[in-house]
């Protein structure tokens, strides 16, 4: 099992349920295909740095997940076929970039335990 992350940026004339149903689709997918999700982050609307079909903001969202590598590829297809979806980038996460996401998710939860 190797870990990836992957970053999306949704439309941002989405309704709050429509981001939660796209989510919940790509989550859906991961786990029905025997993998785990071991991060979930909302990032909300940002400014994007360039216009991307002639859209200036977008909803980010971030799922750290483990699976076997043979799901990538379909998964990409996923977020192609979307229309809900502008953009997206999956990564394998290598030693190092691991050591990265345990101390952001160390920080994040020291975040939210002391709001």
Known sequence: M??????FIM??????DQIKETV????????????TITQEENWGLKKLKYTIQKKKTGFYYLI????NGEIINDFEVEFKRDERVIRWQTIKLEKFALEYADRRKKKLS??????
């Open 64 to 67: 750290e997940f483990q699976s």
């Open 11 to 16: 439309n941002p004339v989405l309704s709050e």
């Open 24 to 35: 919940k689709k790509f989550v859906d997918y991961i786990k029905s295909k025997k993998g």
């Open 110 to 115: 020291t975040k939210t335990k002391a709001n």
């Open 2 to 7: 190797n870990t990836y992350e992957t970053v």
